[in-house]
């Protein structure tokens, strides 16, 4: 089937719309009939066990992957962030962020990003001098840089350690609050996708199984409770899925 993927602007309101949206490897189909909307301005977090298409979901989304079947109406170039930072280790900090932004205030651009992430003093530094934490955020101002409609984050604090994730969390609360743009975060960790999200998605046999709300949905323990049995998870205690 032909794929269809139209601009936002084509949308009055949300950020993205997938509408029976269907992809497949062969004879394994990973995605079946999904349908998904994420307003601008909405933080959304999709977990669910490996393999359950949400990575699938994510680079449809990115127009990284070809869908087979569904429609699309996203923006023509969401900006995207892997578990990897992948920054051009032959390039400059500045030059890494403002990569792709055609404009004659490139650099004056890529300084304001990377203030707003904590490295607006390393604008001439380079990517082999940054911890892991550094790293993603520079990867996060790359992002941010382009004013986005769509932010798109692959498991994007998964190999930090839990002190610098913390401070990732709220790095990126406020950064979606200035930006207000329309965010898919995956995930594995439950706590993680409580503390950053408006509205929780669990994906299931290539669809969206379970809905949670976090604003005024109840007690962080009942919300937990909750996504951990939708993930076959039972527990009394916090752990991440």
Same mark, same amino acid.
């Given at each position: 089937m032909t794929l269809h993927v139209v601009?936002?602007?084509?949308?009055? /309101?949300?950020?993205?719309?997938? /509408?029976?949206?269907?992809?497949?490897?062969?004879d394994r189909v990973v995605i079946e009939n999904l349908n998904l909307r994420i307003e601008? !301005?909405?933080f959304v977090a999709l977990l669910g066990e490996s393999g359950c298409g949400k990575t699938t979901l994510l680079r449809a989304l990115a127009g990284l =992957?070809?869908?087979? !079947?569904?429609? %699309?109406?996203?923006?023509?170039?969401?900006? #995207?962030?892997?578990?990897?930072?992948r920054l051009l280790p032959w390039d400059?900090?500045?030059?890494?962020?403002?990569?792709? @932004?055609?404009? /004659?205030?490139?650099?004056a651009r890529a300084a304001a990003a990377l203030a707003e992430v904590g490295l607006g003093d390393r604008l001439d530094d380079w990517?082999?001098?940054l911890s892991g934490g550094q790293a993603q955020r #520079?990867?996060?101002?790359?992002? @941010?840089?382009?004013?986005?409609?769509? @932010? @798109?984050? =692959?498991?994007?604090?998964?190999?930090? =350690?839990?002190?610098? &994730? %913390?401070?990732?969390?709220?790095?990126? &609360?406020?950064?979606?609050?200035?930006h207000r743009p329309g965010v898919l975060l995956v995930t594995? =960790? #439950?706590d993680e996708a409580i503390a950053l999200a408006d509205r929780i998605l669990v994906m299931r046999d290539g669809r969206i199984a379970f809905e949670h709300r976090t604003k005024g $949905? $109840?007690?962080?323990? %009942?919300?937990? /409770?909750?996504?951990?049995a939708e993930l076959g998870v039972v527990a009394s205690h916090p752990i991440s899925a």
């Open positions: 601009p936002s602007s084509t949308v009055a /309101t949300p950020a993205v719309v997938v /509408t029976n949206l269907r992809r497949a490897y062969g601008r !301005g909405e =992957d070809p869908i087979d !079947g569904g429609r %699309i109406a996203a923006p023509r170039r969401p900006a #995207v962030v892997f578990q990897e930072h400059s900090l500045w030059r890494n962020v403002s990569l792709g @932004l055609q404009a /004659t205030d490139a650099r990517p082999r001098n #520079v990867a996060l101002a790359r992002a @941010l840089v382009q004013e986005p409609e769509l @932010l @798109l984050l =692959d498991e994007p604090f998964a190999a930090l =350690d839990a002190l610098t &994730r %913390i401070r990732m969390h709220e790095l990126v &609360r406020e950064l979606v609050t200035t594995h =960790d #439950v $949905g $109840g007690r962080t323990s %009942i919300a937990r /409770t909750e996504l951990l």
